[in-house]
């Protein structure tokens, strides 16, 4: 349990009982035809009320490994991200009291009260004798008068440096005592003493290289943890999937660098700008940019100007179809037609891949609002033969639907990026290029052909059916479901090995493939009612 | 704000030994926020002999209003070197310092007179690795010998001001003869020295 997170289902440290439906799963021995494969690296939601409970939990493991208490807990975590892994190396490696010590963790015994102290205190900040009363000792031994202290806490606060605030004394590495600092600041600025909490616990999720904010905008308020911070992709519980390691959302099989690449390609106006210089030319007299419009290399602007189309000088008007009277520009004439096939050829390219890319793209809109539709008929269908049935294999059978529906239009950049421009020029030969684009692309076709039979399978008006014929849909949809999962895996299979395998670096990984939550609960439960 | 109070005790303390250590501290005006540290060039060094002025600027408050107390101590005084100084650590322009403790490990129970002595121990012991001027680090690391010539000859021009000026220097042996562009050179390469320039040139 714990390796999926069900979208609907928010991740809550307090619910006891999560890990009871696997179970009962596990003992009924149900008959399981779908095989759970191997998935992408596990995650977990944590809602904007469980992130204290959280990193309580994490702040555990090393009271108990180390016999801290929570605040020192805290201090040795942040010093070392949240990596529980790491402490209990270092912890092998160098002992308790360097590791504490590194991290600014008080290690002597010093006690808090001051009873065997004179009555007043000389702070050694403002140099003023000050009652016992009014002065705090730190857990390193040190004192100083509360006014002072307080000051100082409040420049780290406002400074940004909430998570290890350290002792005023020049030579002590440790770091004080979070609520100390909260009762003294609170007594001056309670409003900053707040924030001074806020900073605390959200360090959790900032300085932790294993957790991050969802990126949602407006934001959900959650955050999302790794097991393994291994590339992956990762879904919040609003819905919301991205790129765990760039943030933007979920683009495999592209790498970070295409996808980055090409959503700034696709903003960019620089291929219309393209266009532009294949198709016009800026007039000479007024600059306003002209068509060509016939076969002739002599343009003619609305404003009167003629001029040559090759090299865009002012001519006369007196031509025929190979010179301009009294104009001569052979010289320009190769480079200029060279550049514009260029171009021309670049923009076609482009154009090939980003008009499928943006069809699978509207598929992919229009799809979601299939959503409803089929609640409706499931809706009519209940109310016809007054039972309500399980329906939930269509749900989710849409659900998957649209994952591989996202999957099939990123093979378009990113088969734009692999067998063109800049990036794997280098890396291989022309006729191997070929070779593979044509096994890629009987692979990507394929894989098409499959997503738009399970989107017309889903598009199916089922709420006229008797019993025999949603069975029979049933059938039919979990059939080309799961060869549509076999082809997305053998083209995810293609990439990872065929293609990006034999590149070097880790420039280029991506993603692996995965269909998080659909196997389980999406054709599951269906298929043993099927069975029954 | 500024504590007062403790600026007025630092400065009664600094006075008190001021014979042991040789620095010192005091107002530029009127007012305490402003003041200037004086520290003599430490022994062995190429600014022996010389005498530094530093310009110091107390940090009024925060820059929240809330902060009504938390300016200096709380935050480190800024420190700029007046006496123009050869130094890879120190901006052979401004005179902007490059320390840590007078940035994120100032700490409140630090004093004018102990950030004092660490510039002075700055002076003993550069870090390159950390450069405030480029130029000069590079010569530091690169070419040593021409490092600590130029280091000298700064000290002889800038942190001297009762040893005769560079200018009278160049003069003099201009009017023995010598082209003054060489001369100049001569005179930085040999440090500042009158007679070991002479020498060189003589030589040369
Ligand atoms: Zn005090
Ligand atoms: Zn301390
Ligand atoms: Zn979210
Ligand atoms: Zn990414
Ligand atoms: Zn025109
Ligand atoms: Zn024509
Ligand atoms: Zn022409």
């Known amino acids: 349990m714990g390796d999926y997170v069900d979208s609907d289902d928010d991740y809550d440290y307090q619910d006891s009982d999560e890990g009871c439906d696997d179970e009962d799963d596990a003992v009924e021995g149900i008959e399981d035809d779908t095989e759970i494969v191997a998935r992408g690296p596990s995650f977990k939601v944590i809602t904007k009320e469980s992130i204290l409970a959280a990193q309580r939990e994490v702040m555990h493991k090393v009271m108990d490994l180390l016999w801290l208490n929570a605040h020192h807990a805290r201090t040795l975590l942040i010093h070392h991200r949240w990596d529980v892994d790491k402490v209990t190396e270092l912890l092998v490696e160098n002992g308790k009291e360097k590791l504490c010590a590194e991290a600014g963790v008080p290690t002597g015994n010093h006690n808090n009260d001051i009873p065997n102290l004179p009555s007043s205190v000389g702070c050694e900040i403002c140099f003023d004798d000050v009652s016992v009363s009014d002065a705090t000792k730190m857990e390193c031994g040190h004192i100083f008068c509360n006014d002072c202290w307080t000051s100082h806490f409040i420049v780290k606060i406002n400074e940004g440096k909430s998570r290890s605030i350290r002792c005023m004394d020049p030579n002590c590495n440790s770091v004080c005592d979070d609520a100390k600092i909260k009762a003294l600041v609170g007594a001056r600025d309670p409003y900053l003493a707040q924030k001074f909490d806020r900073f605390l616990q959200e360090s959790y999720i900032e300085d932790n290289s294993r957790v991050k904010w969802c990126p949602s905008v407006p934001h959900c308020g959650n955050a999302i943890s790794v097991d393994d911070v291994k590339l992956c992709e990762v879904e919040c519980a609003c819905g919301l999937q991205f790129c765990f390691t760039c943030l933007s959302e979920a683009h495999s099989p592209c790498s970070c660098l295409m996808w980055e690449l090409w959503t700034k390609k696709c903003q960019d106006e620089s291929e219309t700008v393209n266009w532009m210089t294949v198709h016009t030319k800026p007039c000479p007299k007024c600059h306003k940019l002209v068509e060509k419009n016939g076969g002739c290399n002599l343009v003619c602007c609305l404003c009167g100007q ?64 299939l959503k409803e539709s089929i609640q409706d008929k499931i809706s009519k269908l209940e109310e016809r ?94 059939a080309v479901f799961k060869s549509t999962e076999n082809l997305c895996r053998n083209l ?41 | 704000m500024i504590d007062f109070a403790r600026v007025q005790k630092e400065l009664q303390e600094c006075s008190r030994d001021i014979e042991s250590s040789g620095i010192k501290v005091s107002p530029k005006s009127d007012s305490l926020a402003r003041l200037t540290g004086t520290i003599p060039g430490p022994i062995g060094t190429p600014y022996e002999g010389g005498t530094f002025q530093i310009d110091i600027t107390l940090p009024v408050m925060g820059k929240f209003e809330w902060e009504l107390k938390d300016g200096y101590p709380f935050e480190p005084p800024k420190m ?71 280091a000298r000859y700064w000290t002889e021009t800038f942190a001297k001001p009762s040893s005769l000026g560079v200018e009278e220097k160049v003069s003099k042996l201009v009017e023995m003869g010598f082209p003054e562009v060489l001369v100049r050179s001569t005179l930085e390469s040999a440090g500042g020295d009158e007679n070991l320039a002479l020498e060189k040139l003589c030589s040369g």
Not at chain 1, 322 to 339: A, D, L, M, V
């Open chain 1, 306 to 369: 003629a001029f040559c189309w090759l090299c865009g000088g002012a001519t006369g008007r007196d031509h025929d179809w190979t010179t301009i009277f009294g104009h001569s520009c052979g010289e320009y004439k190769e480079e200029f037609e060279q550049k514009s096939q260029r171009a021309k050829i670049d923009l076609h390219r482009y154009m090939h891949y980003h008009n499928r890319y943006q069809a699978h793209l509207d598929s992919f809109k229009l799809e979601s609002k």
């Open chain 1, 385 to 478: 033969d007054s039972i309500s049935k399980d329906f939930s294999w269509i749900v989710n059978g849409l659900h998957s639907l649209s994952k591989f529906r996202r999957i099939l239009s990123l093979t378009y950049p990113f088969a734009y990026y692999m067998f063109g421009g800049e990036i794997f020029k280098a890396e291989m030969t022309s006729d191997e290029k070929k070779m593979k684009r044509e096994l890629f692309e009987d692979q990507q076709q394929q894989f098409e052909g499959n997503v738009e039979r399970l989107s017309l399978l889903l598009e199916e008006n089922f709420d006229d059916y008797d019993g025999e014929r949603i069975k029979d849909l049933r059938a039919r949809i979990i």
């Open chain 1, 492 to 532: 995810y299979d293609c990439i990872e090995n065929d293609l990006l395998g034999s590149q070097q670096g880790t420039v280029h990984k991506i993603s692996p493939f995965s269909i998080p939550d659909i196997q389980r609960i999406g054709l599951k439960e269906p298929l043993q009612q099927w069975h029954s």
């Open chain 2, 80 to 150: 700029q070197f007046a006496t123009k100084v050869w130094h890879p650590n120190i901006s052979s322009q401004s005179g902007a310092i490059c320390l840590d403790i007078l940035k994120d490990q100032w700490s409140p129970a630090l004093t004018l007179k102990t950030a004092l002595l660490s510039v002075q121990a700055l002076l003993s012991a550069p870090e390159p690795d950390d450069p405030q001027d480029a130029v000069v680090a590079q010569q530091y690391l690169r070419d040593y010998q021409t490092f600590v010539g130029t």
